[in-house]
C-alpha cells in the first residue's frame, strides 16, 4: 500500500460528456502528477501540481486540467471526452525533490462510449 | 526527441533464474532513475531507485546498474519467483515530469 488513493476506480462515460477524477496524496506529500496508460503502453505524463499550481505538462491538450487542494489532494478533469481518451489513469505522489521516489495510486480505469 | 525506451518488450524465464531487463536512455542529463513493478489492475508500484553519481544499488533480491556511457540502465532479478511477473517500467524522473518508457513483461515458468 503507496497510501495514494484514487476515485473512482472505475468509470464509464459517453463520448462528449466530462469526467472529473481524484487523487488523494501519500501523508507529507506535495507534489501530485498524473499520467495516462493506454492498454499495453506505458504511463504518459499529462501534467504535474506542486502548491496548488501546475508546474509541469505533457503533450495532453487544453480540455486536460487539473487542480490541487491545500490539503495536497488533486482533481483531473477531462472535458469533451473522446473515444481515444479511455485508458487507466494514474496519480503519482512525491516530494518536491525530483531525486526522491514517486508513489502511484491504483489508477482509475475510464472507458469512454 | 528524447525518450526512456526499452530494449526487449517480453522476457521469460524459468522460476529460480535470474532475470535482466535492459531500459535505454537517450537525455544524457538525466539525473534520477527508477524501476517500477505493475501487476494487472494495479498501479507501478516503486522497486528501486538509482541517481546518476552511483553505478550501482542493492536492493532485495534486485539489483539495478547504470552505465551514463552508453546510457543504458538495467535490473536484476535474482531466483526470480512466480510473484515476480508483471510488466516492469524504468523511468526518467526530472524535475516537471517524469518519463516512462513501454515497459517489459516478465513471465516466470514454473
Known amino acids: 500500500e503507496t497510501g495514494v488513493t484514487q476515485s473512482p476506480t472505475h468509470l464509464i462515460k459517453t463520448r462528449g460528456q466530462q469526467v472529473t477524477l481524484r487523487c488523494s496524496s501519500q501523508?507529507?506529500?506535495?507534489?501530485v502528477s498524473w499520467y495516462q496508460q493506454a492498454l499495453g503502453q506505458g504511463p504518459q505524463f499529462i501534467f504535474q501540481?506542486?502548491?496548488?499550481?501546475?508546474?509541469g505538462r505533457g503533450n495532453f491538450p487544453p480540455r486536460f486540467s487539473g487542480l490541487q487542494f491545500p490539503n495536497y489532494s488533486s482533481e483531473l478533469n477531462v472535458n469533451a471526452l473522446e473515444l481515444d481518451d479511455s485508458a487507466l489513469y494514474l496519480c503519482?505522489?512525491?516530494?518536491?525533490?525530483?531525486?526522491?521516489?514517486?508513489?502511484f495510486g491504483q489508477g482509475t480505469r475510464l472507458t469512454v462510449v | 526527441g528524447e525518450s526512456v525506451g526499452l530494449h526487449l518488450p517480453t522476457l521469460s524465464v524459468q522460476e529460480g533464474d535470474n532475470s535482466i531487463i535492459n531500459c535505454a536512455y537517450s537525455?544524457?542529463?538525466?539525473?534520477?532513475f527508477i524501476w517500477y513493478k505493475q501487476e494487472s489492475g494495479k498501479g507501478p508500484q516503486f522497486i528501486i531507485d538509482?541517481?546518476?553519481?552511483?553505478d550501482k544499488r542493492q536492493g532485495q533480491r534486485v539489483t539495478v546498474l547504470l552505465n551514463k556511457t552508453v546510457k543504458h540502465l538495467s535490473l536484476q532479478i535474482a531466483a526470480t519467483q512466480p510473484g515476480d511477473s508483471a510488466v516492469y517500467f524504468c523511468?526518467?524522473?526530472?524535475?516537471?515530469?517524469?518519463?516512462f518508457g513501454a515497459g517489459t513483461r516478465l513471465t516466470v515458468k514454473p
Open positions: 503519482a505522489s512525491s516530494l518536491p525533490n525530483m531525486n526522491t521516489e514517486a508513489f
Open positions: 523511468a526518467e524522473r526530472n524535475p516537471n515530469d517524469m518519463r
Open positions: 501540481y506542486y502548491r496548488e499550481e501546475e508546474n
Open positions: 538509482i541517481r546518476s553519481n552511483m
Open positions: 537525455n544524457s542529463a538525466s539525473d534520477y
Open positions: 501523508s507529507g506529500h506535495n507534489t
